[in-house]
């Protein structure tokens, strides 16, 4: 099975651009969820979606926003990008069958640049 | 507010010893908890669980540890190997659901040969 690919790899933007990531899941996953990870604050939740519609949000601006299409697959947006957004923008899938204990299985992630 | 926190952000071993990684929560509504491995460039791969009704659970090297009274959770990795060098993410969930893990910061484990 193919794990969770994320494109692209790298991106250099600069302020007050916008970007759009994307995030295949692993087939037959249905949920998929984006986290950031900046080197002082570890991994800080984003958004999850499930079934194309958003389950979970974390405490992001409105400034990031995401969808998810009928495959599963699913993109992230940042608009007006701040240097701040400089980070590496992981994406994970997993079943969300509602059994317990259930695992997030993660892509290698989108390193954001903003100069 | 940090709900998961890891304490120390690096911890240096010697080849052959035991790594212990430490890793506290204060939401007593949290009945989930993984560890995560993270390689440089790569994404995190998970690596063991454990739920609340447990208070170990082994995997080969690596065993998780569950104090829930002390809201603490540990990773003892033996014996440890230079390829276990990487960063190393407590998560924590409710419900057990996989949405919404709440991360720590994270712990950098360096062993050296």
């Given at each position: 099975?193919?794990?969770?690919?994320?494109?692209?790899?790298?991106?250099?933007?600069?302020?007050?651009?916008?970007?759009?990531?994307?995030?295949?899941?692993?087939?037959?996953?249905?949920?998929?969820?984006?986290?950031?990870?900046?080197?002082?604050?570890?991994?800080?939740?984003?958004?999850?979606?499930?079934?194309?519609?958003?389950?979970?949000?974390?405490?992001?601006?409105?400034?990031?926003?995401?969808?998810?299409?009928?495959?599963?697959?699913?993109?992230?947006?940042?608009?007006?990008?701040?240097?701040?957004?400089?980070?590496?923008?992981?994406?994970?899938?997993?079943?969300?069958?509602?059994?317990?204990?259930?695992?997030?299985?993660?892509?290698?992630?989108?390193?954001?640049?903003?100069? | 507010?940090?709900?998961?926190?890891?304490?120390?952000?690096?911890?240096?071993?010697?080849?052959?010893?035991?790594?212990?990684?430490?890793?506290?929560?204060?939401?007593?509504?949290?009945?989930?908890?993984?560890?995560?491995?993270?390689?440089?460039?790569?994404?995190?791969?998970?690596?063991?669980?454990?739920?609340?009704?447990?208070?170990?659970?082994?995997?080969?090297?690596?065993?998780?540890?569950?104090?829930?009274?002390?809201?603490?959770?540990?990773?003892?990795?033996?014996?440890?190997?230079?390829?276990?060098?990487?960063?190393?993410?407590?998560?924590?969930s409710i419900q057990g659901g996989s949405e919404k893990l709440v991360f720590g910061k994270g712990t950098k484990l360096t062993v050296n040969p």
């Open positions: 099975k193919a794990g969770v690919t994320q494109t692209p790899r790298y991106l250099i933007k600069t302020r007050g651009q916008q970007v759009t990531l994307s995030c295949s899941p692993i087939s037959g996953h249905r949920s998929v969820s984006w986290y950031q990870q900046t080197p002082g604050q570890g991994l800080q939740f984003l958004f999850e979606y499930f079934s194309e519609t958003q389950r979970n949000k974390g405490n992001f601006p409105g400034r990031f926003s995401g969808r998810q299409f009928s495959n599963s697959r699913s993109e992230m947006n940042v608009s007006t990008l701040e240097l701040g957004d400089s980070a590496l923008y992981l994406c994970a899938s997993s079943p969300r069958t509602g059994a317990t204990n259930e695992k997030l299985f993660f892509g290698s992630g989108t390193q954001l640049s903003v100069l | 507010d940090q709900q998961v926190k890891q304490n120390s952000p690096s911890l240096s071993v010697q080849e052959g010893r035991i790594s212990i990684l430490n890793c506290d929560y204060t939401n007593s509504m949290f009945d989930y908890f993984l560890w995560y491995k993270k390689y440089p460039a790569e994404g995190p791969t998970f690596l063991i669980s454990i739920s609340s009704i447990k208070d170990k659970n082994e995997d080969g090297r690596f065993t998780v540890f569950l104090n829930k009274s002390a809201k603490h959770l540990s990773l003892h990795i033996v014996p440890s190997q230079p390829g276990d060098s990487a960063v190393y993410f407590c998560a924590a």
